[in-house]
């Protein structure tokens, strides 16, 4: 008999199992939303800077915000590199914060930030923070001297796009009269402003936030004569950042404009990009791309009508 009834038990709870039901079980629950917005598809890839030289520093005949930490203007040689096109964003550094362990950024603020900021740069990680990233990634935070080259080209504009002052179509800085305070930022996406590009084809390389590098601060460095990949000082007190900022006048975002600071600070105006070693394998891999849609187009004009 009692086997009987569990037959029969069994029987009853297989009719009323409901597959379709749309009530998941417990282990089933939605992402976090920190997991959720880590899973974002984001923009990314770095752009190829070929050998060679370029003219580093400034020319104060030509640029009259020219300081003296960026004379005089010489020539400078650096081998190829790699560098982000785009600024690191909030997702791509959430990833990060949930691979490591690290420290959320102190502007994160709502589990971890709205949506609407995915897309925008991290601001308010210090260098030390920002060099953890790149080694995390696989990259390396750029020197001063590439920086600037990706930045400006080889022959010296004051800015990514050239000798003329930075528009609104331009560019994320605050011009006259738009100093907009320290509430939380009014930053734009790492991918806005395409129109401002540098010759490489980098992204916000002027204004939005301005970006760490590898290099200790030297107001003098660039007397020395260090005309070829020149690493920066050995040491020293403070870190470059370079680019100026969504809330800085357009001087302070020329592409030979020097700032520094301790490598402990966290501004709310500062994030970063990263930068490989990695050339030879990028250009291959965009020649390869470069053939297959040739040969595309070959075969298209080829087939009969």
Not at 64 to 86: H, N, T
Not at 207 to 219: A, I, M, R, T, Y
Not at 267 to 272: D, H, I, V
Request: aromatic share 12%; charged share 25%; net charge negative.
């Amino acid at each position: 008999m009692i086997a009987l009834w569990s037959v029969l038990w069994l029987m009853v709870t297989q009719v009323m199992a409901d597959h379709e039901s749309s009530k998941q079980p417990s282990l089933w629950t939605p992402l976090d939303d920190a997991e959720r917005l880590a899973a974002m598809e984001t923009p990314g890839g770095m752009v190829p800077v070929p050998p060679g030289p370029f003219l580093m520093g400034s020319d104060p005949q030509k640029d009259r915000a020219a300081g003296p930490q960026e004379l005089p203007q010489r020539q400078v040689y650096l081998d190829a590199f790699m560098i982000d096109r785009f600024e690191v964003s909030n997702v791509e550094y959430l990833r990060f914060v949930l691979g490591t362990g690290a420290a959320w950024p102190k502007f994160w603020r709502e589990n971890p930030f709205p949506e609407k900021a995915a897309l925008h740069p991290v601001i308010n990680v210090s260098w030390y923070e920002a060099d953890s990233y790149c080694r995390w990634a696989g990259k390396r935070l750029p020197t001063e001297a590439e920086w600037e080259k990706a930045a400006r080209g080889e022959n010296a504009p004051i800015f990514p796009w050239g000798n003329e002052p930075a528009g609104w179509l331009k560019s994320n800085i605050a011009h006259p009269g738009s100093k907009r305070g320290f509430k939380y930022p009014p930053l734009a996406n790492v991918t806005r402003y395409d129109k401002g590009v540098s010759p490489y084809g980098v992204y916000q390389m002027a204004g939005n936030v301005s970006e760490w590098v590898s290099d200790w601060f030297d107001p003098e460095y660039y007397r020395r004569g260090v005309d070829s990949n020149p690493p920066g000082p050995e040491t020293g007190d403070m870190k470059v950042f370079r680019g100026g900022s969504w809330n800085e006048d357009p001087e302070v975002a020329r592409s030979a404009g020097r700032n520094a600071a301790s490598p402990a600070r966290q501004s709310y105006l500062t994030g970063f990009r990263c930068a490989s070693d990695d050339y030879e394998s990028s250009t291959a891999k965009q020649d390869a791309q470069a053939s297959q849609v040739d040969d595309e187009e070959l075969l298209r004009t080829e087939l009969p009508k």
